[in-house]
């Protein structure tokens, strides 16, 4: 049981009451940061993403779901039927010592299972509580229940994505659910940092709607300020051009050019005209994209990809190529950031995780000493800790 802990949240104790996706990764993202995360299951079946698959990973005790794996490291789990008065009373006794509760279910059924924030503040009052849902808590909608995909429409995210405005596509990872998990994260760091403060917990909220919306960025003002209405365009950017996917001899590489002076440069590595008609300025070539395309590939169109990508780095170019996930984490770059964690899996043996995205610094003597965290474990068996965690309550 991993009661000791390194990195800022060390010390914290984390109850986590979530299942699927945005509850567990918030989860994680507290527990990449050093709290002791207890994830609460349900007997005999576990969080949802368990059955999520395929791919399985076969072992001698059944078949291990990649998708589990991808979001529930450095946590400890325990099976608690809530339904039950003897399991309530366990879940009772981790709310008085937690610091920070997760849970996601629908709206209502907490409080039906004798948890309303009330009683939780009741049982706490320091205690911080992070609570997801599809569409948020109230409103016209709030009772609605949500998975990311739905969320990605009705957030208008996928009307911003694909082809053309004729082919909503959903962004390839479940974007909404992650995005919740981490405004979630950012939510109780926050409420942590207050509670030194004040003494006092809080209720942080958020949904799968409000993280969509408020990734929205520029798209967002275009409608809000100028009432535009943003539609898919592909692999170029609505605001900026050349900033996109051009193909070349052997495939295609990404080009950046965000301001006048790339422009300039780019120009000069391709022996182009900065000043061509129609193509001198920023707002131009977002007018006139389809002729800077096929200017810009027909400057590309005897070039591989790796010559072309040696030029617009000389030329001081932002540039880069589309990697497979293969590519990705056998890329030197991705695990000299430390995105590639080997674990041990009770049943798996050592295996290779997505890392967390955080490094941690202190400064020593006027140096740089690394402090991220480095023991990580790999996620849970279903109650694989609940006997010790029984004990440790019985004890403490």
């Not at 509850?23 to 576990?46: F, N």
């Not at 209720?203 to 209405?229: N, P, Y």
Request: proline share 6%; with cysteine.
């Amino acid at each position: 049981m991993n009661q000791t802990s390194t990195g800022p949240l060390a010390g914290t104790l984390v109850v986590d009451l979530t299942r699927a996706l945005a509850g567990p990764h918030a989860a994680m993202m507290l527990a990449d940061l050093g709290a002791r995360v207890i994830k609460v299951e349900v007997p005999g079946k576990g969080d949802d993403t368990r059955g999520w698959g395929p791919p399985f990973m076969p072992t001698d005790e059944g078949d291990v779901a990649t998708y589990y794996l991808s979001c529930n490291r450095n946590k400890e789990s325990i099976a608690l039927d809530l339904k039950g008065e003897d399991d309530r009373a366990v879940l009772t006794e981790l709310i008085t010592r937690a610091d920070v509760l997760l849970e996601n279910f629908r709206p209502g059924v907490l409080d039906r299972l004798g948890f309303s924030t009330a009683r939780l503040a009741e049982l706490n009052p320091g205690l911080v509580v992070l609570s997801v849902s599809g569409f948020g808590h109230d409103g016209p909608e709030g009772g609605r229940a949500g998975y990311d995909q739905i969320a990605q429409g009705e957030a208008g995210l996928m009307s911003l994505t694909g082809s053309g405005p004729d082919d909503p596509q959903r962004v390839g990872v479940p974007i909404g659910d992650v995005l919740a998990g981490m405004y979630g994260a950012y939510g109780v760091v926050s409420a942590l940092l207050e509670r030194a403060r004040t003494g006092k917990g809080q209720v942080v909220r958020t949904s799968l709607l409000a993280s969509v919306v408020g990734v929205h960025a520029f798209q967002g003002t275009r409608w809000t300020v100028a009432g535009e209405v943003p539609a898919a365009q592909g692999n170029h950017h609505p605001s900026i051009a050349p900033y996109g996917l051009f193909r070349c001899r052997d495939g295609a590489v990404q080009v950046a050019v965000a301001n006048q002076s790339l422009w300039e440069k780019f120009c000069a590595a391709f022996d182009l005209d900065p000043a061509m008609d129609g193509l001198a300025t920023n707002p131009d070539r977002v007018a006139n994209r389809p002729r800077l395309i096929e200017v810009i590939e027909d400057a590309f169109a005897d070039l591989d990809g790796a010559d072309l990508l040696d030029r617009l780095a000389q030329a001081g170019v932002p540039a880069g190529r589309v990697r497979t996930l293969q590519e990705v984490y056998e890329w030197d770059q991705t695990r000299s950031q430390g995105l590639l964690i080997d674990v041990e899996h009770p049943l798996l043996g050592t295996i290779s995780l997505p890392g967390p995205p955080l490094r941690t610094f202190r400064v020593e003597d006027g140096a740089e000493v690394e402090t991220t965290k480095r023991d990580h474990s790999a996620p849970p068996a279903l109650d694989a800790d609940g006997e010790s965690i029984r004990q440790w309550l019985a004890e403490s």
